[in-house]
T-cell receptor, first 114, second 113 residues
Framework: ETGVTQTPRHLVMGMTNKKSLKCEQH?????MYWYKQSAKKPLELMFV???????ENNSVPSRFSPECPNSSHLFLHLHTLQPEDSALYLC?????????????FGPGTRLTVT | AQSVSQHNHHVILSEAASLELGCNYS??????LFWYVQYPGQHLQLLLK??????LVKGIKGFEAEFIKSKFSFNLRKPSVQWSDTAEYFC???????????FGKGNQVVVIP
């Protein structure tokens, strides 16, 4: 248990659905991240939030929409996804967004788009 | 863009054997280096990290890694593995002034009892 929780753990959705992934950290951290983990590919950074402000968007398609209402919660809103979006989505948090800080990862949400 | 290379994606070895996993990165400036591990059914967790100082860093569970700046490498080693070391190992690099942690593809390590 790292202090970072994600819900749901598994999600199956159709291409026309709208769903949201939730991440919560109980570590008092100021930075939160979304990553995508696909088979046979490196972990890909999607978004970075620092003190609730988005500081990085790694050229992510607009069908993924992040939201960070406070430093403890991070959402990823999904709509009109494609089958190639099926992957494990990981949330992470760190004390700060700079490289000196270790990132703590959640267990991930396994997303399947049908 | 920063890239991280990990070779030998699948490694199978017996208990008590030595393990070395290679990691090479492409950035020529100052870097922070990490190895993360993901045990079966568990989340990614930090194994060890290098920021500065002694290039030989020791982590949890008997793992160590050596930073060789001239070779842009940060190889992970363990002299004698155990069955419980079966996991996927990821090298990651963050460059100074950049918020992005770049990961390698990972090494799937299976230790046979």
């Amino acid at each position: 248990e790292t202090g970072v929780t994600q819900t749901p753990r598994h999600l199956v959705m159709g291409m026309t659905n709208k769903k949201s992934l939730k991440c919560e950290q109980h570590l008092g951290h100021n930075a939160m991240y979304w990553y995508k983990q696909s088979a046979k590919k490196p972990l890909e950074l999607m978004f970075v939030y620092n003190f609730k402000e988005q500081t990085e968007n790694n050229s992510v398609p607009s069908r993924f929409s992040p939201e960070c209402p406070n430093s403890s919660h991070l959402f990823l809103h999904l709509h009109t996804l494609q089958p190639e979006d099926s992957a494990l989505y990981l949330c992470a948090s760190s004390q700060g967004a700079q490289g000196a800080y270790e990132q703590y990862f959640g267990p991930g949400t396994r997303l399947t788009v049908t | 863009a920063q890239s991280v290379s990990q070779h030998n994606h699948h490694v199978i070895l017996s208990e008590a054997a030595s393990l070395e996993l290679g990691c090479n990165y492409s950035y020529g400036g100052t870097v922070n280096l990490f190895w993360y591990v993901q045990y079966p059914g568990q989340h990614l967790q930090l194994l060890l990290k290098y920021f500065s100082g002694d290039p030989l860093v020791k982590g949890i569970k008997g793992f160590e890694a050596e930073f060789i700046k001239s070779k842009f490498s940060f190889n992970l080693r363990k002299p004698s593995v155990q069955w419980s070391d079966t996991a996927e190992y990821f090298c990651a690099v963050m460059t100074y002034g950049n918020n992005r942690l770049a990961f390698g593809k990972g090494n799937q390590v299976v230790v046979i009892p």
